[in-house]
C-alpha cells in the first residue's frame, strides 16, 4: 500500500484502483470490527459497505496529521454503526411475528465474554488488542483525551478478565490447570 | 505499592509503555500482578484469533464501485455519436410527436414509475405475504429493507437493497437465509443464521420472481410502483385507523412536563388479534412504562386522543404522542417501574439500549420472556 497521504490524494481525485486496493486490504478487518459492535454479521456487511460508499462519494475529513487512514476508515464505520443502532436496531427487534430468543456466535470462552460486555468496552479492546491502533490513534476515533484512553482500556480489560473468570467453564479450566 | 495501585500499571506496561519505578518494582514480586499481566496476553490471543476467523470470510465486491462502474459506462456510451439513415429519423421525430399528448397522460396517472418500489413476498410454505416498500434511489437509509420471521420450526430471513433502474426496470440486490433448529432449541435468533446469500435480478411492475431460499425452498418476489412512502411500511394498504383489538405504536414520543424522555421517531411496533395488547416503553435510565388496552394490577387509568395518550403518575402530567392512532379504545392503563431492568426479563438483552416494543399484556407481565433481537 502506498503511503496514507498518497493514497487518500489518489482517492480525492477518483482513482478506483487505488480504492479497490484499500477495499481489499482493509474491508475484511473492518467488517470483523463491525460484527463485534453490531452482534449481526449481515449488518456488519451492510455498515461496511456503506462506509466505503461514503468515503468513495465524499471523500473529506480526512487529516493525515492526526491520524492513519486506517484510523479514519474505523472512525467513520463506528459512527455509521452509531446510525445503524439508532434507526435499525429497535426496527429490526421489532420485525417479525414470533418471538425468539438471544444466542451469541462466538464460540469461545473469551469471545463468550468479550460479547457480554458494553458496546462501548468491545469496541475500545478490539481496536487496540486486534487492530493495534496507538493510544493517540484511538484518541482520534474515539473522540477522547489519551489519558482517557489509557484508563478506558484497563477498566475495559479489568471487564473482560472478570467476566471471562466468572464463567464456570473458565473456573473449571482453571481448576484443571492448577491440579 | 498495594496490587490495586499497581493493577492500572500492569494494563500500561501491557501496551509497552513505561511505568513508575514503584509499580515496576512491586510488578517484579508480585505473582497476582504476574498472573494479571499473563491473562491479558491470553485475552489478546484469543481475541486475535477469533479475528482471523472472521477476516477469512471472502469479501464480495464493493458496492461503490458497481454502482460508479455503471454510472460512468452509460455516461461514456451516452457520448459516443451514432449513425442514423435520415428516414428512421424524420420517422422517430414523427413517432415522438404522435405519442407525447400519450406520454403526458401516462405521467400523469398514479402509482406508475413512482419512485418507491413495493415489493411482496409470498411464502408458499407458511400461506404468508410480507410486504416491504423500497425507495429507488441511492438513498442508504431507505433503499433498503430487511426482515426477518421465526418460530419453533426455523428463522427466515431476506433483505432487499435497490440497485439500479432502467426505465421500469428495477435491479435488485437480494439476500435470504433459513436457519432450522437444532436439538433441542426452540427458539431462534437472526445471529443464528449462516451467512446470506446474494443474488441480483431484474423486476418489473406486475412480474413474479422465484428466490431459492437455501434449506427452506422457493418464495416469490413481486413489485409495483407507488408514488409516495407509505406510513405503514409492513401495511402499505393499511388505513389510518387502526383496526378492533389492534394497538399501533409508530414513531412514539414520551413526554413528562416538558421533557422529553422517549424519543422512537421513525420505528413501529404493530400488534393485534388479543384484548389485552400493551406497549413497553424501556428506558435505561428511568425502567419501563406499560400502557395497555385492559386495566391491570396497579395500572392507572389514561385518556386515548388522536395520536395522543394523556395520564398522570404520582402527580406528574404524561404525554405519549404518536405519528399514527394508537387504539379505538377510550382508554388504556398505564404502569412505571423505574427498577425495571431489561436484561433480567430478556434473557440476553442489553439493558443500556432504549427500546419499545407492542406485545399481550400477558407476554410482558410474564416473569421471563424472549424478543427478537438485533
Known amino acids: ?42 449488518a ?36 455509521r454503526a452509531a446510525e445503524w443502532w439508532r434507526k435499525e436496531g429497535s426496527r429490526s427487534a421489532d420485525v417479525g411475528t414470533e418471538p425468539t430468543s438471544c444466542k451469541t456466535e462466538a464460540s469461545s470462552l473469551v469471545g463468550d465474554a468479550f460479547a457480554r460486555l458494553p458496546e462501548d468496552q468491545r469496541t475500545l479492546l478490539w481496536l487496540r488488542e486486534v487492530e493495534g491502533h496507538s ?21 475495559a480489560r479489568e471487564e473482560l478478565r472478570k467476566v471471562w473468570h466468572a464463567t464456570p467453564a473458565a473456573k473449571l479450566n482453571a481448576k484443571k490447570e492448577g491440579a | ?28 514480586e508480585c505473582e497476582t500482578c504476574q498472573g494479571r499481566l499473563e491473562t491479558y496476553s491470553r485475552m489478546l490471543a484469543e481475541m486475535r484469533r477469533m479475528a482471523s476467523l472472521d477476516e477469512a470470510t471472502e469479501l464480495s465486491a464493493g458496492q461503490w464501485s458497481s454502482k460508479e462502474r455503471m454510472r460512468r459506462s452509460w455516461w461514456s456510451k451516452g ?29 400523469a396517472r398514479p402509482n406508475l414509475g ?7 413476498y409470498k411464502i408458499p410454505q407458511t400461506g404468508k405475504s410480507v410486504r416491504l416498500a423500497i425507495t429507488t434511489d441511492a438513498n442508504p437509509e431507505t433503499n433498503h429493507r430487511s426482515y426477518n420471521t421465526g418460530n419453533s420450526s426455523g428463522v427466515l430471513y431476506f433483505s432487499v437493497r435497490f440497485v439500479s ?55 416469490e418476489l413481486s413489485g409495483e410502483f407507488l408514488d409516495h412512502v407509505p406510513a405503514l411500511l409492513l ?5 389510518l385507523d387502526p383496526k378492533t383489538n389492534e394497538l399501533r405504536i409508530v414513531s412514539p414520543v414520551l413526554v413528562r412536563g416538558k421533557e422529553v424522555v422517549f424519543n422512537g421517531a421513525g420505528s413501529w411496533s404493530i400488534g393485534s388479534g388479543d384484548d389485552d395488547l400493551a406497549v413497553m416503553i424501556y428506558l435505561p435510565s428511568d425502567g419501563r412504562y406499560l400502557i395497555s388496552t385492559a386495566p391491570f394490577t396497579g395500572a392507572v387509568e389514561a385518556s386515548v386522543g388522536l395520536g395522543q395518550i394523556k395520564f398522570n403518575l404520582q402527580g406528574r402530567d404524561y404525554l405519549l404522542l404518536t405519528a399514527m392512532p394508537t387504539t379505538r379504545s377510550e382508554h388504556v392503563w398505564v404502569t412505571h417501574e423505574p427498577r425495571y431492568r431489561l436484561s433480567q426479563h430478556m434473557k440476553g438483552e442489553p439493558d443500556d439500549r432504549e427500546m419499545f416494543l407492542v406485545r399481550s399484556l400477558k407476554t410482558l407481565l410474564a416473569e421471563q420472556m424472549t424478543h427478537y433481537s438485533k
Open chain 1, 135 to 155: 493510544y493517540a490513534e484511538l484518541a482520534e476515533i474515539l473522540g477522547t483525551p489519551i489519558g482517557t484512553v489509557r484508563s478506558r482500556l484497563f477498566a
Open chain 2, 114 to 120: 413512482g419512485p418507491v418500489l413495493l415489493l411482496t
Open chain 2, 165 to 219: 433502474k432502467v426505465g421500469e426496470r428495477v435491479e435488485l440486490s437480494v439476500k435470504s437465509a433459513y436457519k432450522k433448529p437444532v436439538g433441542d432449541a426452540k427458539e431462534h435468533d437472526v445471529k443464528d443464521l449462516p451467512e446470506a446469500t446474494e443474488e441480483t435480478i431484474w423486476i418489473s411492475p406486475g412480474e413474479n420472481k422465484e428466490i431459492l431460499v437455501a434449506g427452506f425452498g422457493p418464495i
Open chain 1, 1 to 42: 500500500m502506498a503511503d496514507d497521504r498518497e493514497l487518500w490524494e489518489r482517492i480525492c481525485r477518483r482513482d478506483e484502483d487505488a480504492f479497490d486496493a484499500f477495499y481489499r486490504d482493509q474491508g475484511p478487518r473492518l467488517r470483523a470490527f463491525l460484527r463485534q459492535i453490531l452482534g449481526n454479521a449481515q
Open chain 2, 1 to 28: 505499592m498495594k496490587c490495586e495501585d499497581a493493577a492500572e500499571f500492569v494494563s500500561a506496561l501491557y501496551d509497552g509503555e513505561r511505568i513508575p519505578r514503584e509499580a515496576a518494582e512491586h510488578l517484579g
Open chain 1, 44 to 79: 456488519a456487511v451492510d455498515v461496511m459497505q456503506e462506509t466505503f460508499t461514503q468515503i468513495w462519494r465524499r471523500p473529506n475529513g480526512f487529516a493525515p496529521e492526526r491520524a492513519t487512514l486506517r484510523a479514519y476508515l474505523f472512525g467513520a464505520g463506528r459512527k
Open chain 2, 235 to 239: 401495511s402499505p394498504e393499511e388505513t
Open chain 2, 79 to 107: 457520448r459516443q455519436p451514432v449513425q442514423i439513415p435520415r428516414l428512421a429519423f424524420a420517422l422517430m421525430l414523427a413517432v415522438i410527436f404522435l405519442l407525447s399528448g400519450g406520454l403526458v397522460l401516462v405521467r
